[in-house]
T-cell receptor, first 115, second 117 residues
């Protein structure tokens, strides 16, 4: 089955600790995205990547970092600089092609909480 | 900059009835895409329906249809014969159709829909 796999489903972070959220897709999609979802605030874009070895900051990139070494993988690191990391994190992917109707497909999400 | 507005934070409907969720957007572009996503209590984000701005015909997917008014920049979602499983948060989203490295989605804040038995 093709899809997007996020792990872990639940994650706890201690003060001053960096944690990494995994996102893997086998849809052969070029573009991948990370969103943060807080209650009442909808989805906010953290980082996105249109091709391998390239990524751009979204609207709320501070305190986060990403890498895109492989087409299938787009891990998100929540650093200790992110002072309010408690949220639901969603990873998405899409085809990146001119003139192509390209909805984003989502993983099941990771809920991150502070210990 | 593009914006998406969903003016109804919460709505409810009786099972088997019809409900319409509102969405308006602001853009100066002529070529773009619009989407409705559904997020049930399981938190999985599911694509419901999509519309290309260059198509005049309104998109339909079974019980879901849209009323796309390009001049008014309105993109409402109609759910017919509502079912209990339609209970979810519904998000409207906009994406530019222009070439380049910026094909990200612009999201509304969502409408929480409750279908009552």
């Amino acid at each position: 089955d093709g899809g997007i796999t996020q792990s872990p489903k639940y994650l706890f972070r201690k003060e001053g600790q960096n944690v990494t959220l995994s996102c893997e897709q086998n849809l052969n999609h070029d573009a991948m995205y990370w969103y943060r979802q807080d209650p009442g605030q909808g989805l906010r874009l953290i980082y996105y990547s249109q091709i391998v070895n390239d990524f751009q900051k979204g609207d709320i990139a501070e305190g986060y970092s990403v890498s895109r070494e492989k087409k299938e993988s787009f891990p998100l690191t929540v650093t200790s600089a992110q002072k309010n990391p408690t949220a639901f994190y969603l990873c998405a992917s899409s085809i990146n092609r001119e003139g192509f109707n390209q909805p984003q497909h989502f993983g099941d999400g990771t809920r991150l909480s502070i210990l | 900059a593009q914006t998406v507005t969903q003016s109804q934070p919460e709505m409810s409907v009786q099972e088997a009835e019809t409900v319409t969720l509102s969405c308006t957007y602001d853009t100066s572009e002529n070529n773009y895409y619009l989407f409705w996503y559904k997020q049930p209590p399981s938190r999985q984000m599911i694509l419901v329906i999509r519309q290309e701005a260059y198509k005049q015909q309104n998109a339909t997917e079974n019980r879901f249809s849209v009323n796309f008014q390009k001049a008014a920049k309105s993109f409402s979602l109609k759910i017919s014969d509502s079912q209990l499983g339609d209970t979810a948060m519904y998000f409207c989203a906009f994406m530019t159709g222009n070439a380049g490295n910026n094909r990200k989605l612009i999201w509304g804040l969502g409408t929480s829909l409750a279908v009552n038995p």
